[in-house]
T-cell receptor
Framework: DAMVIQNPRYQVTQFGKPVTLSCSQTLNHNVMYWYQQKSSQAPKLLFHYYDKDFNNEADTPDNFQSRRPNTSFCFLDIRSPGLGDAAMYLC???????????FGQGTRLTVV | GESVGLHLPTLSVQEGDNSIINCAYSNSASDYFIWYKQESGKGPQFIIDIRSNMDKRQGQRVTVLLNKTVKHLSLQIAATQPGDSAVYFCAENSRSSNTGKLIFGQGTTLQVKP
């Protein structure tokens, strides 16, 4: 019954090796968000989409990119992960800007 | 700049007592606010929301109060239970031209003592 599904739940990648995290939704929502959450911190917004319109936060590193090939799927690409990129990555969706956002369970990324 | 923050990083309460978690925001353009609960290793879970045309909204054991004059909102949990132990975040969704985005506050850890 999960509505926002993130895969994998745990991802280990090597320093500098590209990695892709995925998110899918069954809610047919227009808005999709990617957040980075480090230990004992609030989720930090990296990107969001309204349909195919992409919005990049000003302080999101160039090392992070995103793709949304269709309504249901969204991907977070980290081109050259550094140790500082180890975090929980959260995907969320909402029908529109000012409605409830539903979160996935997150992907815990470890960089070795 | 935009910021949503919480006053207290940790709140410890006795089981059965009421809990009040506070949040300050700075963006006067924010028109929608959400409280989320996050348990360890899980994604944030929606608790309750409120729009800027309201000052109070009640759910099951929870109440959110919004004071737009001082840009403050609070989450009240009645008869706090051990299962309420988690980190609580306030979040605002503010509009800017043709887009909006969900911004999270710092978070408050709620510890419920049996």
């Amino acid at each position: 019954d999960a509505m926002v599904i993130q895969n994998p739940r745990y991802q280990v990648t090597q320093f500098g090796k590209p990695v892709t995290l995925s998110c899918s939704q069954t809610l047919n929502h227009n808005v999709m968000y990617w957040y980075q959450q480090k230990s004992s911190q609030a989720p930090k917004l990296l990107f969001h989409y309204y349909d195919k319109d992409f919005n990049n936060e000003a302080d999101t590193p160039d090392n992070f990119q995103s793709r949304r090939p269709n309504t249901s799927f969204c991907f977070l690409d980290i081109r050259s992960p550094g140790l500082g990129d180890a975090a929980m990555y959260l995907c969320a969706t909402s029908g529109t800007w000012n409605t409830e956002a539903f979160f996935g369970q997150g992907t815990r990324l470890t960089v070795v | 700049g935009e910021s949503v923050g919480l006053h207290l990083p940790t709140l410890s309460v006795q089981e059965g007592d009421n809990s009040i978690i506070n949040c300050a925001y700075s963006n006067s353009a924010s028109d929608y606010f959400i409280w989320y609960k996050q348990e360890s290793g899980k994604g944030p879970q929606f608790i309750i929301d409120i729009r800027s045309n309201m000052d109070k909204r009640q759910g099951q054991r929870v109440t959110v109060l919004l004071n737009k004059t001082v840009k403050h909102l609070s989450l009240q949990i009645a008869a706090t239970q051990p299962g309420d132990s988690a980190v609580y975040f306030c979040a605002e969704n503010s509009r800017s031209s043709n887009t909006g985005k969900l911004i999270f506050g710092q978070g408050t850890t709620l510890q419920v003592k049996p």
